[in-house]
């Protein structure tokens, strides 16, 4: 580790932002919150197909589709328009999990780099940091969409790199294995953020930083 500043990429979805209101909405509406959970999987799921098979993928277009489907078959309580629109809802709303607050102040404060980098729109990312009073410690906010595959594809960081002009040291910042797995074949650091104490699978490269709070991170790299 160095006290160097350095550039760190954030993905978004789970990582910087509390999905809990989403899994409320899918409650709301008459299903089950566990439909939360499947739900966003699908539309990782689907989009890693598109990508590979150098399809479109869109994230929010995706989402709305898949959220129908989850809806369709579900006893919902309202009209199946009406409950996808709360779910997509509630999703473009979400907000920040505590500790994004503390965490990217202190390492803003140590002069590095901020980027967030997502298969998702950028507009999401940047709506919520606005908000909670951290778009100045960003450098900047990225997305996939219009430059490369989604994410684990090595081309994603690649384009990540270009793009922020990075020179030196890079790391990429994530609750998901599979991001830390392509992070890590693109050649940059990584730091795994395993907020609920989960077993790191065996399967994909080791993170390179492990930490349980976005605070942790900035003592951790000096």
Do not use: C
């Not at 760190?8 to 008459?30: C, K, Q, R, W, Y």
């Not at 150098?54 to 989850?70: E, G, P, Q, Y």
């Not at 910042?173 to 730091?191: C, E, R």
Request: proline content about 5%; hydrophobic content about 45%.
């Amino acid at each position: 580790m160095t006290n160097a500043p350095v550039t760190l990429f954030f993905d978004v979805n789970e990582t910087l932002s509390d999905l809990s209101p989403v899994a409320d909405a899918f409650e709301a509406v008459g299903a089950t919150r566990d439909r939360a959970a499947s739900w966003f999987a699908s539309i990782l799921r689907d989009g890693f197909a598109l990508t590979s098979t150098d399809s479109d993928a869109r994230f929010l277009d995706i989402a709305t589709v898949n959220a129908r489907d989850a809806l369709g078959s579900s006893p919902i309580t309202i009209p199946l328009d009406d409950a996808v629109d709360a779910v997509i809802t509630a999703f473009s709303s979400v907000q920040l999990h505590e500790d994004v607050a503390p965490g990217f102040r202190s390492l803003a404060d140590a002069g590095h780099r901020l980027f967030t980098l997502s298969n998702g729109p950028a507009s999401n990312a940047e709506r919520m940091l606005t908000e909670a009073g951290l778009a100045d410690s960003m450098t900047g906010f990225l997305s996939v969409e219009g430059y490369s595959p989604w994410k684990p594809a090595r081309a994603a960081y690649e384009s990540a790199l270009t793009r922020s002009e990075t020179a030196g040291t890079a790391y990429l910042v994530a609750v998901h294995p599979w991001d830390i797995h392509g992070a890590a074949n693109a050649g940059l650091s990584t730091v795994w953020v395993n907020r609920t104490k989960a077993t790191y699978p065996k399967h994909f490269v080791s993170p390179t930083l492990t930490v349980e709070t976005l605070g942790e991170i900035d003592e951790r790299l000096a």
